[in-house]
T-cell receptor
Framework: EAGVAQSPRYKIIEKRQSVAFWCNPISGHATLYWYQQILGQGPKLLIQFQNNGVVDDSQLPKDRFSAERLKGVDSTLKIQPAKLEDSAVYLC??????????????FGSGTQLSVL | GENVEQHPSTLSVQEGDSAVIKCTYSDSASNYFPWYKQELGKGPQLIIDIRSNVGEKKDQRIAVTLNKTAKHFSLHITETQPEDSAVYFCAASRRSNYQLIWGAGTKLIIKP
């Protein structure tokens, strides 16, 4: 089966610019996650969607980060304006049962963002 | 708040030897403990998981043990091979909302 697709793979921007990341989860997966992974650290959950509704966005810096999941399939994560500390890998993951239990997460390869 | 500590941060072992990575969690209500492997340039991939009603689980060369009393769990890899070189993350799931709390990762290096 096709995996989680993410684009772009790399992005370099200057601080205060805006950037957007795209994710296409595995077909049929109800839950979609965006994680931020800073070098040398574990993934940090930014936002979790179940279908097209937000389940958890408690760690999303809402003054600059936004995310949407149109029609419960693809998702876009946006940063505007970017700060130096946003430099990280942004990982998208999806899972099958709609977040109703502990289950396997399938990750994409991520987008590596560098803010200069 | 809830926390997962992982040790060591780097582990170097000779090919063919065993490797052990340990994690400690703070939330006694945690009930699900997955281990993910992350290779360079890729996203994490689940390699094994264990639930709180089980003390040990094995899958070929990989095993995980859980001590609920001490609130720690460990990953054991036997007969290590070069392809085992990667960063390994442990995590613990909150019972209330199933959100994963991740450890900081262990970089495993297999020496030829």
């Amino acid at each position: 089966e096709a995996g989680v697709a993410q684009s772009p793979r790399y992005k370099i921007i200057e601080k205060r610019q805006s950037v957007a990341f795209w994710c296409n989860p595995i077909s049929g997966h109800a839950t979609l996650y965006w994680y931020q992974q800073i070098l040398g650290q574990g993934p940090k959950l930014l936002i979790q969607f179940q279908n097209n509704g937000v389940v958890d966005d408690s760690q999303l810096p809402k003054d600059r980060f936004s995310a949407e999941r149109l029609k419960g399939v693809d998702s876009t994560l946006k940063i505007q304006p970017a700060k130096l500390e946003d430099s990280a890998v942004y990982l998208c993951a999806s899972s099958w049962t709609g977040g109703q239990g502990n289950e396997k997460l399938f990750f994409g390869s991520g987008t590596q963002l560098s803010v200069l | 708040g809830e926390n997962v500590e992982q040790h060591p941060s780097t582990l170097s072992v000779q090919e063919g030897d065993s490797a052990v990575i340990k994690c400690t969690y703070s939330d006694s209500a945690s009930n699900y403990f997955p281990w993910y492997k992350q290779e360079l340039g890729k996203g994490p991939q689940l390699i094994i998981d264990i639930r709180s009603n089980v003390g040990e689980k094995k899958d070929q060369r990989i095993a995980v043990t859980l001590n609920k009393t001490a609130k720690h769990f460990s990953l054991h890899i036997t007969e290590t091979q070069p392809e085992d070189s990667a960063v390994y993350f442990c995590a613990a799931s909150r019972r209330s909302n199933y959100q994963l709390i991740w450890g900081a990762g262990t970089k495993l290096i297999i020496k030829p």
